[in-house]
């Protein structure tokens, strides 16, 4: 029995390692974080990296070129072990101080590098590592463990996002349709007849995207579907090089420790509805900010 332990082991410490060496590197020189480690999970909504059938079917005219991010998750793992998900705004105008204001997601635009130094400099946040997921990482860990299942009270609609949800009730999403599900961002529904906005959408995306994780994360429990998922999506992700199989492995923990008790914080700024959507810090963001604010990072912030 003790044999059949061990190989065990052994085995999934190879797997581990192979499965990480599938997980390419980024060039990221993380300022670090207190009493605890903090990931930056970043969406990127780049096509550049996407198969040519994918770049197609997701082109869109009004986006430039180049990547941004799409969501901008941190994940806290504190002294004792609990873990919490921080969903900031990806258009949270920031850098007005040091002279370089933008929208925080733009930042991805210069490279992860980029991303965190702007929430290091801007925002008082220290990092210890960074991953970035592409758009088909999504597509391909959901369809690696089984779809998700979504509620809609009328008939919604995306185009730009690519959702299409023609009846009310319940749906079960492919990989694509959960991906369309995360991106909506102004989202229409069918009233009397006629396409209107949707009102009650969430424009920051969090709410899907919190929903689709933890539906993904409740089948992970599962050894065979971990695998399976982690070897799918392993080259739609990249990482800074000192997150290697033990620390993706204390990622994936802590994620599905702060999903599974419902430690999530979605972070609050005041929006502005214009053409460019602008989010801008509130005495209520920096408060909820703050159990992620490191030492060496707020003394660069407040500069």
Not at 280 to 294: G, I
Request: glycine share 10%.
């Amino acid at each position: 029995m003790a044999g059949v332990v061990v190989l065990l082991l052994l085995t999934a410490v190879v797997d581990g390692l192979v499965v990480t060496h599938r997980v390419p590197t980024v060039a990221v020189t993380a300022p670090g974080s207190d009493d605890g480690t903090t990931y930056l999970l970043a969406a990127s909504d780049s096509r550049d990296r996407l198969a040519t059938a994918d770049r197609a079917r997701y082109a869109d005219r009004h986006q430039p070129s180049g990547e941004r991010a799409d969501l901008v998750l941190l994940l806290r793992g504190d002294a004792q072990g609990r873990a919490t998900l921080y969903s900031l705004p990806r258009d949270l105008y920031v850098g007005q101080r040091r002279g370089s204001p933008h929208r925080l997601g733009l930042a991805l635009q210069d490279g992860p590098q980029s991303l965190v130094d702007s929430l290091c400099q801007d925002l008082g946040i220290g990092v210890d590592h960074v991953l970035v997921v592409d758009m088909a990482a999504l597509v391909q860990l959901v369809d690696a463990t089984g779809g998700v299942t979504v509620r809609v009270d009328r008939p919604t609609r995306d185009v730009r996002a690519r959702l299409d949800l023609s009846n009310s009730g319940v749906h079960h999403l492919d990989g694509r349709g959960a991906l369309a599900w995360v991106r909506s961002r102004s989202p229409q529904v069918l009233v009397d007849g006629r396409w209107v906005g949707d009102t009650t959408a969430d424009p920051t995306r969090t709410a899907h995207a919190k929903d689709v994780l933890t539906q993904v994360a409740a089948r992970l429990d599962d050894p065979v579907t971990l695998q399976r998922a982690a070897w799918s999506v392993g080259p739609r992700l990249r990482r800074d090089a000192d997150l290697g199989p033990v620390g993706l492995v204390a990622l994936g923990r802590s994620l599905q420790d702060a999903l599974a008790a419902g430690r999530q914080v979605t972070v609050p700024a005041r929006a502005k509805g214009t053409a460019v959507p602008f989010a801008f810090v509130t005495p209520e963001t920096t408060r909820a900010l703050e159990p992620l604010v490191s030492a060496g990072c707020a003394a660069s912030a407040t500069g």
